[in-house]
């Protein structure tokens, strides 16, 4: 009878009451800790990013270059190659015209008189990568 009464007794904590209350108390820890953990990323993708965006232009440049030019033209861009002579310093519009299309820019004078390079269109998305990897080289 007494036990009965003390069970319901309201100022006793409830059992379920107080699970929840601990449960409410980690799951906000938890949630803090999270969104800490997503800041900290947030914010370090951002730092590696600004810390030097033409880098990885540069380096995605660099592997066009290796794969699709460096057969004909040195593996140093600033170099003469075996077949296409070095290219360095060549503007955007000089490498649109001639990767793209197998021409030169109005009024340039070519390196070479020969025709022996051929169109590469695949790689019209990664030419400002290619022109900054050349850019970086030159200086
Ligand atoms: C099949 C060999 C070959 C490949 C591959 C090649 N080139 Fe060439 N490239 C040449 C040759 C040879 C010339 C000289 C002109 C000619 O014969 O077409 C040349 C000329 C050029 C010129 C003009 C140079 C000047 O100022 O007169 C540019 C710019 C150029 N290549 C960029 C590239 C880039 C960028 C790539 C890679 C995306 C590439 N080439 C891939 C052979 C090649």
């Known amino acids: 009878m007494n036990r009965a009464r003390s069970a319901r007794d309201p100022r006793r904590p409830r059992p379920g009451g ?5 449960l409410r108390g980690r799951s906000a820890r938890a949630l803090a800790l999270l969104a800490g953990c997503g800041l900290a990323v947030l914010v370090g993708c951002g730092q590696g990013s600004e810390a030097d965006p033409d880098a ?40 649109r015209a001639k990767v793209l299309r197998n021409e030169y820019p109005a009024g340039y004078t070519p390196k070479r008189d020969t025709q022996a390079m051929v169109p590469l269109v695949h790689v019209e998305a990664d030419l400002p990568a290619v022109h900054a990897y050349l850019e970086s080289v030159a200086k």
């Open 18 to 22: 107080r699970a929840r209350s601990l």
């Open 56 to 95: 990885a232009l540069i380096q995605r440049g660099k592997v066009v270059y290796e794969t699709s030019c460096s057969a004909c033209h040195a593996r140093a861009p600033g170099e003469d190659g075996p077949v296409g002579p070095a290219i360095t310093g060549s503007s955007m519009e000089l490498l």
